[in-house]
T-cell receptor
Framework: AQSVTQLDSHVSVSEGTPVLLRCNYSSSYSPSLFWYVQHPNKGLQLLLKYTSAATLVKGINGFEAEFKKSETSFHLTKPSAHMSDAAEYFCVVGGGSARQLTFGSGTQLTVLP | GAVVSQHPSWVICKSGTSVKIECRSLDFQATTMFWYRQFPKQSLMLMATSNEGSKATYEQGVEKDKFLINHASLTLSTLTVTSAHPEDSSFYIC???????????????FGPGTRLTVL
């Protein structure tokens, strides 16, 4: 069994300031972890994924996430927010023979000018 | 690479009619396709998992006779909402996974979604 918890439903930052979106997971086996972004009325775009290689994962658009097994966390960060980063972000855990993904509830990121 | 398309992007239909949504992997073959439903400001809910050439596996609570899934090839899956009613109005998203050559078989590539409105 696996689950994922996104600790903040909404995060608001000013343009040019750091972004932190928090995610905790639970899994009975070595998980695959993903962050996806969804802009309004659009599908999901893969930002990055962790698959038991390096614990610090770099993704697209300047985002990165660090896998911390001891804390069961996979927080998403970006040093400097851009207006175009405003969107819904989903932390996702995968694994198991069915290749199914378990989605977090999402975090809405607002970037203020 | 790894582009998934959906057609149509939006559709409006009358209550009682059926609607077919297509999901295609454009530049790769995917052994498994997934169908999700998303309500406004909510996360994605997995409806069913389909493997090419076999019957789809539906999640608990999803009516298989209402949501017909066909996965005829490694690049095409279709979802047909039969006898649609207003409560079926939603954003339907497909994804393709199990890409040949992928180190992680968990990675899914998502389509842009289809907005269904049933009047």
């Amino acid at each position: 069994a696996q689950s994922v918890t996104q600790l903040d439903s909404h995060v608001s930052v000013s343009e040019g300031t750091p972004v932190l979106l928090r995610c905790n997971y639970s899994s009975s086996y070595s998980p695959s972890l993903f962050w996806y972004v969804q802009h309004p009325n659009k599908g999901l775009q893969l930002l990055l994924k962790y698959t038991s290689a390096a614990t610090l994962v770099k993704g697209i658009n300047g985002f990165e996430a660090e896998f911390k097994k001891s804390e069961t966390s996979f927080h998403l960060t970006k040093p400097s927010a851009h207006m175009s980063d405003a969107a819904e972000y989903f932390c996702v855990v995968g694994g198991g023979s069915a290749r199914q993904l378990t989605f977090g509830s999402g975090t809405q990121l607002t970037v203020l000018p | 690479g790894a582009v998934v398309s959906q057609h149509p992007s939006w559709v409006i239909c009358k209550s009682g009619t059926s609607v077919k949504i297509e999901c295609r992997s454009l530049d790769f073959q995917a052994t498994t396709m997934f169908w999700y439903r998303q309500f406004p400001k909510q996360s994605l809910m997995l409806m069913a998992t389909s493997n090419e050439g076999s019957k789809a596996t539906y999640e608990q609570g999803v009516e298989k006779d209402k949501f017909l899934i066909n996965h005829a090839s490694l690049t095409l899956s279709t979802l047909t909402v039969t006898s649609a009613h207003p409560e079926d109005s939603s954003f339907y998203i497909c994804s393709a996974g199990g890409v040949a050559g992928e180190a992680s078989t968990d990675t899914q590539y998502f389509g842009p979604g289809t907005r269904l409105t049933v009047l």
